[in-house]
């Protein structure tokens, strides 16, 4: 009998502002690029910790789990309707799971997630999941660092999820989405939105396995392809692996601008970007 296997590729990029010891004047944002010249994003006006995403791209951006909608049902290939509804329903609880629930955000236990996949991909994943080795294993859930803690509201999201075949004719859903979280600040006073709202990108192909050639262990959900964006973040903290506001960059982080005005790393539109100061 055969084993499935996803070999799943990953990728990431990190983009940061710059923080001029700790004040809300973010100066290399106020110098526009030119492909952004009409922007009204505020970059500098002092942010309401009760509505921390005002004057970001999120503020209109569904709140939790009620910005990730699977499409409707409808039989791809020799799937069930029944069955891509299965599908894509797990693959919202995953996301939900690795990107919003509070315990596996704040402790870094990924044991909920591993539950809702293929056990041959958890047997594979596991072993990676040791201390220190955070920065291998971003891809698979968001890990608030260490220090660091939420506001309490619910982060915002938007995305979307399509269902179709991969290579192997097993059914794939592809999913985009980003998730913008807002973190408490050490004070009340002197921050921006953009020093305290952190957005992930996340693009991820789900494989459904449900295939009687297959073994048991290969039955389920696996991820496959990840490519991942955040932006505006502690460069030094993702680069291990965390998550963390811009706010706490050191006043000596430097780097060249970004070359785009913020509303561009927010926009889905655009391709996964690249550049950044990270």
């Known amino acids: 009998m055969r084993t499935y296997g996803s070999k799943y590729t990953v990728a990431l990029a990190i983009v940061a502002v710059t923080l001029l010891g700790g004040a809300v004047l973010l100066n290399r944002l106020q110098a526009r690029p030119a492909d952004d010249a ?4 505020a970059t500098t006006a002092p942010v ?24 409707a049902a409808a039989p791809v290939g020799r799937y069930s309707a029944a069955t891509v509804t ?3 329903d797990r693959v919202k609880q995953l996301i939900v799971t690795a990107r919003l629930d509070q315990h596996v955000l704040e402790t870094q236990d990924a044991e909920p ?10 047997e594979d994943i596991r072993p990676k999941l040791k ?3 955070a920065a ?3 891809w698979l859930t968001e890990k608030l660092a260490p220090g660091y803690r939420l506001l309490p509201v619910s982060p915002r999201v938007e995305g979307s999820m399509t269902v179709g075949l991969n290579s192997k004719g097993e059914l794939a859903i592809r999913t985009d989405y980003s998730v913008a979280y807002a973190f408490t600040p050490p ?4 921050y921006g939105a953009y020093d305290i709202v952190a957005m992930v990108r996340r693009v991820v192909e789900y494989d459904w396995v449900e295939d009687p050639t297959y073994d048991g262990g290969s039955q389920g959900m696996w991820i496959g392809d990840v490519q991942g964006f955040a932006y505006p973040v502690n460069c ?3 680069k291990k692996g965390y998550l963390a506001p811009n706010y706490g960059n050191p006043p000596s982080f430097g780097g060249a601008p970004d070359k785009h005005r913020p509303e561009y790393y927010f926009d889905r539109s655009t391709p996964m970007p690249q550049d950044g100061n990270c």
């Open 38 to 41: 009409s922007s009204t994003i």
């Open 136 to 138: 291998d294993t971003w």
């Open 236 to 238: 030094f903290l993702g």
């Open 113 to 122: 997630v591993l539950a809702l996949l293929a056990t041959h991909q958890v």
């Open 131 to 133: 201390s220190g080795n």
């Open 48 to 71: 309401d910790l009760g509505h921390p995403f005002a004057n970001t791209p999120t503020a209109a951006w569904s709140e939790g789990a009620a910005g990730i909608q699977p499409p």
């Open 187 to 190: 004070d009340r006073t002197g």
């Open 86 to 88: 299965a599908a894509t």
